[in-house]
């Protein structure tokens, strides 16, 4: 066998992979983990019976493991990088809360098969602790209040309990993930005048004001 064509028996290996991946991923969102079965998932990937089993010995499990490990590592990450907010020193806070409630939306809609599934199923907890989780979501509580309290030193923001605002930013988020998961509300944007709406409600009661 040539160096070419190991390499390109090494890439359709990798995409029939990520095949397999991609269809219990969507199935598992869809049906949860006890209703999708190896055969629908090998059908979803357009893939023969038996296959699956060449790259995921373990089968079902080994695949759901596989997701939730790999895909709970990437919102993580996703979540964690770009916040900082230094190159935002100068922006005035309405802007950085509209940019960082779209840049969550744009995380939660690309993810949003992943979210489905780490909030339905009990059995990722075999695979992540539910401290990881937890962890997630304090880790971007801190940043937020760091945030404000950068904010107030600098007197565009009053002085305040900035652990218990951003609990507030961070309550509201998770209400909007729990909706979009359930398809209860569409996806938004911080143009959406709920949003905006909650934005001005945030920024004025910061500032030591609201309109009238």
Sequence with gaps: MTKEEATLRKEQAEN???KLLEAARTLFSENGYNGTSVRSISRQAELADGLLYHY???GKKELFQTIVTENFTKVRIEAS???CYEHYRSTPIE???ISGFNRF???VENNINIIRILIKEN??????SQKNIIDLTEYQKKVWADFLRQRAENGEIIQMDFEASAAAIMSYILN???LRVMDIKPAKSAEDPE???IIKYYTDMWKGHSDK
């Design 16 to 18: 029939t992979r990520q």
């Design 56 to 58: 995921f010995p373990g």
């Design 123 to 128: 059995d990722v907890y075999e695979f992540i």
């Design 95 to 97: 802007e950085v809360l």
């Design 195 to 197: 949003v905006k709406r």
């Design 176 to 178: 909007y993930i729990v």
């Design 105 to 107: 939306a744009d995380i």
């Design 81 to 83: 990088s770009g916040y």
